[in-house]
């Protein structure tokens, strides 16, 4: 035998089983494991996943939708109520008169709608004055000197007589940026919703009208006042009730299309919520001339109208990223039966052998593992 060839053919050998290990190619096998308990791991996997996919990413969170957050615009205004002009003073507690021992009660204002409402145009937002204090202002000296400055006289306050009963109207359209989907809530089905969550639209009684198609909608402010659980005469800080602070109410206007199968389906709902520890004044000032003016300090009702909500629209590459996302979910089921086969169970090192098989390194046909020992047919071997 020459010795040189025999080292030779062996490190050829050599290099070629070290690439094969290097380069070893993993394909999938297919086991059937006859195994109830590994049967219901892997099917309890599956269902969870069927489960997460169509039970909750594609029904209960539309992800076959593409998703746009509207804009919104408001319109709104606030109308005396007619009634007003026919009410007796002794209706209403808050108001000083003879008789009356509300010791917080105060002489009342009747206005109307242009004296109330300040300022009068405001973009998303409107104040309701509850509490107007009014106070006169002179000038008895040039302004050409650094120390002439008006002097205050005749301050007083007044609360806003029956404005409870004030009708808030408001008109609002919505519209998408990506999706281009645009509504007016004349043209939609709308929901009011008290403190609590519970509808109350169909209880309103006129004036009052919301969600009703063709039409604006039109609630009285102690509708918008209860429904966000406010009572105007509750105590804001200790000897001050609401009427007399102010507070901020946030009337949420959430539009959305994905309640039901339907994306044409648009309807908005309407949760007018309290903002805690606010309160608010506005303070305008009228000049007479040079030299007097009068102040109107207003405290009351601001709200503050938020356009929220989601609207969708079908997109086939939604829906494909979803099933996507499944199938890889599916995978891992397969593979967590795995790993749970052959490494935990009793009957692992058994599960193993079956499932991993690991085959010889071949060269030009030559089988290495399974070479003869007998030199005469040895074919690395020569006499």
């Known amino acids: 035998v020459s010795t040189q060839s025999t080292g030779f053919l062996f490190n050829i050998v050599m290099v070629s ?19 109830k308990r590994l049967g219901l791991i892997h099917y309890g996997f599956i269902l969870g996943v069927l489960g997460y996919i169509l039970g909750f ?62 300022p009068v145009t405001e973009q998303s937002a409107m104040l ?15 302004q050409a000197l650094p120390n002439c400055t008006f002097t205050a006289s005749n301050k007083k306050s007044y609360f806003i007589g029956d404005i409870e009963r004030f009708t808030l109207m408001v008109d609002h359209s919505m519209f998408t940026p990506r999706l281009g989907i645009q509504r ?98 506005s303070v305008e000032q009228q000049f007479f001339n040079k030299t007097s003016k009068v102040e109107r300090n207003r405290h009351g009702a601001r709200i503050l109208f938020l356009p929220v909500g989601q609207i969708g629209e079908f997109q086939f590459q939604a829906l494909i990223l979803t099933l996507v996302s499944g199938a890889a979910l599916m995978a891992v089921a397969t593979v967590m039966t795995d790993i749970i086969a052959t490494t935990i169970l009793p009957e692992k090192k058994t599960y193993e ?10 060269i030009v046909g030559f089988n290495f593992y399974n070479r003869q020992e007998n030199p005469a047919t040895d074919p690395l071997v020569r006499t």
């Open 17 to 35: 089983f070290s690439l094969d290990e290097l380069l070893s190619y993993q394909t999938p096998k297919i086991v059937r494991i006859k195994d």
């Open 57 to 118: 990413q594609l029904l209960v969170q539309k992800h076959y939708l593409e998703i746009d957050t509207p804009q919104g615009t408001i319109r709104a205004s606030l109308l005396r109520s007619p009634l007003t002009s026919s009410s007796n003073i002794s209706q209403f507690h808050y108001c000083a008169q003879p008789g009356n021992n509300n010791s917080r009660a105060l002489e009342c204002l009747f206005w109307d709608e242009t004296e109330v409402v300040f």
């Open 128 to 142: 309701a004055a509850t509490r107007v204090s009014l106070t006169d202002y002179h000038l008895n000296c040039d």
């Open 184 to 281: 007016n809530s004349r043209g939609l089905a709308g929901r009011l919703l008290d403190s609590k969550g519970n509808e109350i639209q169909s209880t309103l009684a006129p004036p009052n009208q919301f969600g009703q198609s063709g039409k604006y909608d039109i609630l009285e402010l102690q509708v918008v006042l209860g429904a966000a659980n406010v009572n105007l005469d509750a105590e804001f800080t200790p000897g001050e009730t609401i009427r007399q602070s102010g507070t901020v109410l946030l009337y949420f206007i959430e539009y959305d299309n994905t309640f039901s199968f339907s994306t044409d389906n648009i309807r908005y709902t309407v949760r007018i919520q309290q903002l805690k520890d606010a309160e608010f004044k």
């Open 353 to 362: 052998e079956a499932k991993y098989q690991v085959t010889d390194a071949h």
